[in-house]
């Protein structure tokens, strides 16, 4: 699986926009990059995915450069709910095999402040 | 409510009992999985089974056995643990096939051997 790198920790004000960044540089084509999000002793939750284009969902935007060696996830108006460590995870696009393993890696610890 | 659910949410077991965690799934999916959440490490995957049948086996011990009798109940057989076994148990399900894999996970059982 094709290695990601995300900040150990980053802060956000309530109601701000939170971009929490991913590098990938050797991700393959044919491979997609998933978000995940973990909330404290809870189990993760998926949030989005995308190939190429950039992604919308109701919980929140993926933008990928166009290298696609970079990712960001924004969640648009944080609140304190969205406080959780959120893994950014690629994995490739065909099915069977042990493609559809999941690679956690230590993820980013965002926490929504008041 | 991801559609996965877990019982127990806790355990405390001895190092010569035998227990047994169970998932099932109502989401119609056909892949189950078992992953192991130590404090302060990532999400390490225990057992993967893809039509009942386990397709991985990442190197687990021998006194954690799983057992998949249908694609929606899938369980993990404890006995003779030990402390270290301590952690977070999350089972996962997803639809294998096609190009998405989204994974969803239920809430946990956290197990505590003494």
Known sequence: DAKTTQPTSMDCAEGRAANLPCNHSTISGNEYVYWYRQIHSQGPQYIIHGLKNNETNEMASLIITEDRKSSTLILPHATLRDTAVYYCIVRPVNSGGSNYKLTFGKGTLLTVNP | ?114
């Open chain 2, 1 to 114: 409510e991801t559609g996965v659910t877990q019982t127990p949410r806790h355990l405390v077991m001895g190092m010569t009992n035998k227990k047994s965690l169970k998932c099932e799934q109502h989401l119609g999916h056909n892949a189950m999985y078992w992953y192991k959440q130590s404090a302060k490490k990532p999400l390490e995957l225990m057992f993967v089974y893809n039509f009942k049948e386990q397709t991985e086996n990442n190197s687990v011990p021998s006194r954690f056995s799983p057992e998949c009798p249908n694609s929606s109940h899938l369980f993990l057989h404890l006995h003779t643990l030990q402390p270290e076994d301590s952690a977070l148990y999350l089972c996962a399900s997803s639809q294998a096939g096609g190009t998405s894999h989204e994974q969803y996970f239920g809430p946990g059982t956290r197990l505590t051997v003494t």
